[in-house]
């Protein structure tokens, strides 16, 4: 939910396809190429400033340093988990 760019203000069309997959017949989403993807600037719909939101980015950025990729935001996965908030370690973020 962090992640969504509307929150910034950021509408984003064809983030994604969708393809059959054919061994068990059902719908599976595939990521669009950066290039593939239409940006529209929305500054009406914006719920979050651009301060939180580039420290938010720096927090995850500093995250993935320590600990990797985040396994609950792996595609593939069998279900979610593997929150980094449930990890103990104390963060704060850039005053």
């Known amino acids: 939910m962090v992640n969504n760019e509307l929150y910034a203000g950021v509408l984003v069309w064809n983030r994604l396809r969708f393809v059959k997959d ?3 017949g059902k719908r599976v989403s595939r990521p669009n ?3 593939a993807r239409i940006r529209a600037q929305v500054p009406h719909l914006r719920i979050v400033d651009d301060a939180l939101w580039n420290a938010v980015r ?3 950025k ?3 340093e320590i600990f990797g990729l985040n396994p609950a935001s792996t595609r ?3 279900g979610r988990g593997g929150c980094i908030w449930r990890t103990g370690l104390s963060l704060s973020f850039p005053a």
């Open 22 to 24: 054919p061994s068990t």
């Open 76 to 78: 593939g996965r069998a």
């Open 33 to 35: 190429p950066e290039a």
């Open 62 to 64: 500093q995250i993935a």
């Open 58 to 60: 720096e927090c995850q």
